[in-house]
Protein backbone atom coordinates (compact mmCIF):
# COMPACT_ATOMS: atom_id res chain seq x y z
CA UNK A 1 0.00 0.00 0.00
CA UNK A 2 1.30 3.34 -0.84
CA UNK A 3 0.36 6.61 0.94
CA UNK A 4 -0.14 9.49 -1.49
CA UNK A 5 0.25 13.33 0.12
CA UNK A 6 -1.11 15.43 -2.50
CA UNK A 7 -3.48 18.61 -3.49
CA UNK A 8 -5.29 19.20 -6.76
CA UNK A 9 -2.34 20.73 -8.61
CA UNK A 10 -0.46 19.26 -11.69
CA UNK A 11 2.34 18.10 -9.72
CA UNK A 12 -0.13 16.21 -7.54
CA UNK A 13 -2.04 15.02 -10.10
CA UNK A 14 1.19 13.40 -12.28
CA UNK A 15 1.37 10.99 -9.12
CA UNK A 16 -2.62 10.15 -8.94
CA UNK A 17 -2.52 9.59 -12.39
CA UNK A 18 0.46 7.21 -12.02
CA UNK A 19 -0.70 5.24 -9.39
CA UNK A 20 -3.95 5.08 -11.59
CA UNK A 21 -2.09 4.12 -14.68
CA UNK A 22 -0.37 1.27 -12.81
CA UNK A 23 -2.95 -0.21 -10.77
CA UNK A 24 -1.53 0.16 -7.17
CA UNK A 25 -3.21 0.75 -4.32
CA UNK A 26 -2.90 3.64 -2.31
CA UNK A 27 -4.41 5.60 0.13
CA UNK A 28 -4.83 9.60 -0.07
CA UNK A 29 -3.39 11.84 2.15
CA UNK A 30 -4.46 15.40 1.15
CA UNK A 31 -2.57 18.42 1.99
CA UNK A 32 -4.71 21.80 2.13
CA UNK A 33 -1.78 24.00 0.58
CA UNK A 34 -3.81 26.81 0.82
CA UNK A 35 -4.09 26.39 4.62
CA UNK A 36 -0.39 26.05 4.45
CA UNK A 37 -0.54 22.31 5.85
CA UNK A 38 2.51 21.54 3.55
CA UNK A 39 4.46 23.66 6.16
CA UNK A 40 3.37 21.36 9.20
CA UNK A 41 6.00 19.56 11.17
CA UNK A 42 4.48 15.90 9.97
CA UNK A 43 4.35 16.53 6.64
CA UNK A 44 8.05 18.30 6.40
CA UNK A 45 9.37 14.81 7.70
CA UNK A 46 8.05 13.48 4.96
CA UNK A 47 9.02 16.51 2.56
CA UNK A 48 11.33 18.60 3.87
CA UNK A 49 11.15 21.26 0.79
CA UNK A 50 7.34 21.41 1.91
CA UNK A 51 5.92 20.35 -1.34
CA UNK A 52 3.62 18.07 -2.53
CA UNK A 53 3.41 15.43 -3.90
CA UNK A 54 4.80 12.92 -1.71
CA UNK A 55 4.56 9.19 -0.62
CA UNK A 56 5.56 6.29 1.17
CA UNK A 57 5.58 3.18 -0.10
CA UNK A 58 5.31 1.19 3.67
CA UNK A 59 5.79 -2.36 1.72
CA UNK A 60 9.15 -1.23 0.41
CA UNK A 61 9.95 1.11 2.92
CA UNK A 62 11.06 4.20 1.01
CA UNK A 63 9.74 7.69 1.16
CA UNK A 64 9.99 9.88 -1.65
CA UNK A 65 9.40 13.79 -2.67
CA UNK A 66 9.55 15.51 -5.74
CA UNK A 67 6.94 14.33 -8.33
CA UNK A 68 9.58 13.55 -11.17
CA UNK A 69 11.20 11.18 -8.77
CA UNK A 70 8.10 9.55 -7.47
CA UNK A 71 7.01 8.86 -11.87
CA UNK A 72 10.25 7.09 -11.92
CA UNK A 73 10.20 5.41 -8.60
CA UNK A 74 6.27 4.06 -10.00
CA UNK A 75 7.79 3.08 -13.16
CA UNK A 76 10.52 1.33 -12.03
CA UNK A 77 8.71 -0.53 -9.33
CA UNK A 78 5.89 -1.40 -11.79
CA UNK A 79 7.69 -1.95 -14.89
CA UNK A 80 5.04 0.47 -16.65
CA UNK A 81 5.60 3.49 -18.53
CA UNK A 82 8.93 3.40 -18.93
CA UNK A 83 11.56 1.55 -21.03
CA UNK A 84 14.04 -0.88 -19.53
CA UNK A 85 17.16 0.63 -21.03
CA UNK A 86 18.40 2.14 -24.17
CA UNK A 87 17.77 4.94 -26.35
CA UNK A 88 13.93 4.78 -25.54
CA UNK A 89 14.58 4.85 -21.67
CA UNK A 90 16.87 7.72 -22.49
CA UNK A 91 14.10 9.75 -24.73
CA UNK A 92 11.52 9.47 -21.72
CA UNK A 93 13.53 10.86 -19.33
CA UNK A 94 14.99 13.38 -21.45
CA UNK A 95 11.38 14.81 -22.06
CA UNK A 96 10.48 14.23 -18.61
CA UNK A 97 13.28 16.53 -17.72
CA UNK A 98 11.92 18.82 -19.55
CA UNK A 99 9.02 19.24 -17.43
CA UNK A 100 10.70 19.09 -14.48
CA UNK A 101 13.08 21.96 -15.21
CA UNK A 102 11.18 24.07 -18.25
CA UNK A 103 7.64 23.38 -18.27
CA UNK A 104 6.54 23.09 -14.89
CA UNK A 105 8.42 26.31 -13.32
CA UNK A 106 7.79 28.15 -16.41
CA UNK A 107 3.79 27.76 -16.21
CA UNK A 108 3.48 27.86 -12.63
CA UNK A 109 5.17 31.39 -13.12
CA UNK A 110 2.26 32.20 -16.06
CA UNK A 111 -0.43 30.89 -13.57
CA UNK A 112 0.63 32.99 -10.59
CA UNK A 113 0.91 36.21 -12.99
CA UNK A 114 -1.90 35.93 -15.59
CA UNK A 115 -4.56 33.81 -13.21
CA UNK A 116 -4.14 34.87 -9.92
CA UNK A 117 -2.30 38.34 -9.93
CA UNK A 118 -3.30 39.34 -13.85
CA UNK A 119 -2.71 43.67 -14.09
CA UNK A 120 -0.13 43.93 -11.16
CA UNK A 121 3.27 43.59 -13.59
CA UNK A 122 2.62 43.80 -17.25
CA UNK A 123 6.24 42.94 -17.88
CA UNK A 124 5.85 39.60 -15.80
CA UNK A 125 2.74 38.99 -17.72
CA UNK A 126 4.38 39.69 -21.22
CA UNK A 127 7.05 37.32 -20.20
CA UNK A 128 5.79 34.00 -18.72
CA UNK A 129 3.19 33.97 -21.58
CA UNK A 130 5.76 34.34 -24.26
CA UNK A 131 7.61 31.70 -22.40
CA UNK A 132 4.68 29.57 -22.05
CA UNK A 133 4.08 29.71 -26.20
CA UNK A 134 7.52 29.01 -26.33
CA UNK A 135 6.97 25.59 -24.70
CA UNK A 136 4.15 24.98 -26.45
CA UNK A 137 5.75 25.21 -29.94
CA UNK A 138 8.35 23.11 -28.68
CA UNK A 139 5.59 20.48 -27.72
CA UNK A 140 3.61 20.69 -30.56
CA UNK A 141 6.83 20.32 -32.63
CA UNK A 142 8.00 17.06 -31.10
CA UNK A 143 4.08 15.57 -31.32
CA UNK A 144 3.92 16.75 -34.85
CA UNK A 145 5.67 13.25 -35.89
CA UNK A 146 4.82 11.02 -32.30
CA UNK A 147 1.19 9.92 -31.34
CA UNK A 148 3.27 10.49 -27.36
CA UNK A 149 5.28 13.11 -26.36
CA UNK A 150 8.56 10.34 -26.55
CA UNK A 151 7.03 7.26 -28.68
CA UNK A 152 5.30 5.45 -26.48
CA UNK A 153 2.92 6.62 -23.57
CA UNK A 154 5.19 7.05 -20.59
CA UNK A 155 5.49 8.54 -17.47
CA UNK A 156 6.71 11.70 -19.71
CA UNK A 157 3.32 12.29 -21.05
CA UNK A 158 2.03 11.88 -17.58
CA UNK A 159 4.43 14.44 -16.52
CA UNK A 160 3.60 16.96 -18.83
CA UNK A 161 -0.67 16.65 -19.30
CA UNK A 162 -1.62 18.00 -15.96
CA UNK A 163 0.58 20.82 -16.48
CA UNK A 164 -1.51 21.56 -19.82
CA UNK A 165 -4.91 20.98 -18.69
CA UNK A 166 -4.02 24.79 -16.78
CA UNK A 167 -4.06 25.90 -20.63
CA UNK A 168 -7.03 28.88 -20.25
CA UNK A 169 -4.68 30.10 -16.68
CA UNK A 170 -2.19 30.60 -19.13
CA UNK A 171 -4.12 32.66 -21.99
CA UNK A 172 -3.41 29.72 -24.37
CA UNK A 173 -5.99 28.37 -27.10
CA UNK A 174 -5.21 24.70 -27.78
CA UNK A 175 -6.74 25.56 -31.22
CA UNK A 176 -3.39 27.16 -32.11
CA UNK A 177 -1.43 23.91 -30.77
CA UNK A 178 -3.38 21.25 -33.15
CA UNK A 179 -0.59 18.48 -32.20
CA UNK A 180 -0.73 19.26 -28.54
CA UNK A 181 -4.45 19.49 -28.94
CA UNK A 182 -4.83 16.07 -30.36
CA UNK A 183 -2.31 14.57 -27.79
CA UNK A 184 -4.29 16.57 -24.92
CA UNK A 185 -7.50 15.04 -25.75
CA UNK A 186 -6.03 11.47 -26.31
CA UNK A 187 -4.87 11.71 -22.98
CA UNK A 188 -8.11 13.00 -21.41
CA UNK A 189 -10.16 10.21 -22.69
CA UNK A 190 -7.91 8.13 -20.64
CA UNK A 191 -10.01 6.23 -17.62
CA UNK A 192 -6.82 6.56 -15.20
CA UNK A 193 -6.04 10.29 -16.37
CA UNK A 194 -9.67 10.71 -15.47
CA UNK A 195 -10.05 9.27 -12.16
CA UNK A 196 -6.32 10.71 -11.15
CA UNK A 197 -7.48 14.11 -11.96
CA UNK A 198 -10.16 13.68 -9.65
CA UNK A 199 -7.73 13.07 -6.52
CA UNK A 200 -7.77 13.97 -3.60
CA UNK A 201 -11.72 15.03 -3.89
CA UNK A 202 -13.57 15.69 -7.33
CA UNK A 203 -13.58 19.37 -8.59
CA UNK A 204 -14.47 20.01 -11.51
CA UNK A 205 -14.57 17.97 -14.96
CA UNK A 206 -11.08 17.95 -16.85
CA UNK A 207 -10.91 21.33 -18.89
CA UNK A 208 -11.45 20.98 -22.69
CA UNK A 209 -11.07 23.03 -25.68
CA UNK A 210 -13.88 24.46 -26.54
CA UNK A 211 -15.36 24.82 -22.91
CA UNK A 212 -16.33 28.40 -22.00
CA UNK A 213 -12.88 30.26 -20.38
CA UNK A 214 -12.74 29.05 -16.98
CA UNK A 215 -15.93 27.55 -16.39
CA UNK A 216 -14.46 24.57 -15.19
CA UNK A 217 -11.35 26.03 -13.10
CA UNK A 218 -13.07 28.90 -11.19
CA UNK A 219 -13.81 26.67 -8.29
CA UNK A 220 -10.66 24.64 -7.76
CA UNK A 221 -8.47 24.59 -4.68
CA UNK A 222 -5.68 25.24 -6.34
CA UNK A 223 -2.65 27.04 -4.89
CA UNK A 224 -3.63 30.62 -4.75
CA UNK A 225 -1.24 33.69 -5.00
CA UNK A 226 1.70 31.94 -3.41
CA UNK A 227 4.25 31.01 -5.75
CA UNK A 228 5.05 27.70 -5.57
CA UNK A 229 3.06 26.55 -2.93
CA UNK A 230 2.88 22.90 -4.01
Not at 96 to 105: A, D, F, N, R
Request: glycine content about 8%; charged content about 25%.
Amino acid sequence: MIDLYTWSTPNGRKVSIMLEECGLDYTVYPVDIRNREQHRPAFVQISPNSKIPAIIDREAGVSLMESGAILLYLAEKTGKLLPPSGPARLRVIEWLMWQMGGLGPMLGQAHHFLHFNPGRAAYAEERYHGEAARLYRVLDGQLRDHEFVAGEYSIADVSIWPWISRFEWQRIDLADFPNVRRWYETLAARPAVQKGYDVPEKTNPVPMPGDRPGLSLVAEPESGPEIGAE
